[in-house]
């Protein structure tokens, strides 16, 4: 059984910077890729970047690239999404997953078995 926890969350002006993060327990969490995505409300929830096992591959969502940044810690049981330069528009919760029967990134959100509680980002204009 694999148990996500997210934080970090919190009220920010726009342009300003905050750190998720992404621990999650279990035997094996450090070979599973890790998802964050997010939900605005009223919105559809939305992929925000996925990173593999080592770290080495990262993939983002396209309102996020050049902004965000998803990483690994070393001992690989944390995510770290490092997030820079936010707009009002990237206002939501943000949920952290993990993908337990695949070795690969994804961006779907079906690919991933199990999710966090979420964690809100407020971003003021």
């Known amino acids: 059984q694999v148990h996500v926890v997210e934080s970090g969350g919190g009220l920010v002006q726009a342009g300003g910077s905050l750190r998720l993060s992404c621990a999650a327990s279990?035997?094996?969490?450090?070979?599973?890729?890790m998802g964050w995505f997010r939900q605005a409300p009223g919105k559809e929830r939305e992929f925000v970047a996925s990173?593999?096992?080592?770290?080495?591959?990262?993939i983002y969502g396209d309102s996020v690239k050049g902004r965000f940044t998803l990483t690994r810690g070393n001992a690989r049981n944390t995510v770290y999404l490092q997030m820079n330069s936010l707009k009002p528009e990237d206002t939501a919760l943000y949920y952290c997953?993990?993908?337990?029967?695949?070795?690969?990134?994804?961006?779907?959100?079906?690919?991933?078995?199990?999710w966090g509680q979420g964690t809100q980002v407020t971003v003021s204009s």
């Open positions: 279990g035997p094996t969490f450090s070979n599973y890729p």
């Open positions: 997953a993990a993908r337990r029967y695949s070795d690969y990134v994804s961006p779907r959100l079906d690919d991933y078995d199990e």
């Open positions: 990173i593999e096992w080592s770290g080495s591959i990262v």
